[in-house]
């Protein structure tokens, strides 16, 4: 009998603008794979975003969590502090044992 593992879902990495505000849209499994297509897809220039929306999230491991600290550090510079919308549970642990989670109001 051969076992076979189920196909793993992809992670999405999108920015979308909201009311003239680009927000990062994150969804499945946001790791090394994720990012790096993210990055190609914007030619290594992150954006810079004022909120993040991670509901969809199911995974995230500390790729994420270096895309979500350069693409809301501008923000932060200029005195403002980014929004975490609608964190999954995942998230929401791994972003607080890292302490990631004080750079950011969190909307649940």
Do not use: W, Y
Not at 11 to 31: F, M, Y
Not at 67 to 84: F, I, K, M
């Amino acid at each position: 009998m051969t076992l076979s593992n189920p196909p793993r879902p992809f992670g999405s990495i999108l920015v979308k603008d909201e009311d003239g505000r680009p927000v990062l849209h994150l969804a499945g499994e946001i790791d090394t794979g994720a990012v790096a297509a993210f990055e190609r897809s914007v030619e290594g220039a992150a954006p810079r975003v004022t909120a993040v929306d991670a509901e969809g999230v199911t995974f995230m491991n500390s790729s994420a969590i270096s895309l979500l600290t350069r693409v809301t550090e501008d923000h932060r510079r200029g005195g403002g502090r980014p929004v975490l919308r609608r964190p999954a549970r995942c998230v929401q642990l791994v972003l607080g044992v890292t302490g990631i989670d004080q750079l950011f109001d969190i909307q649940r």
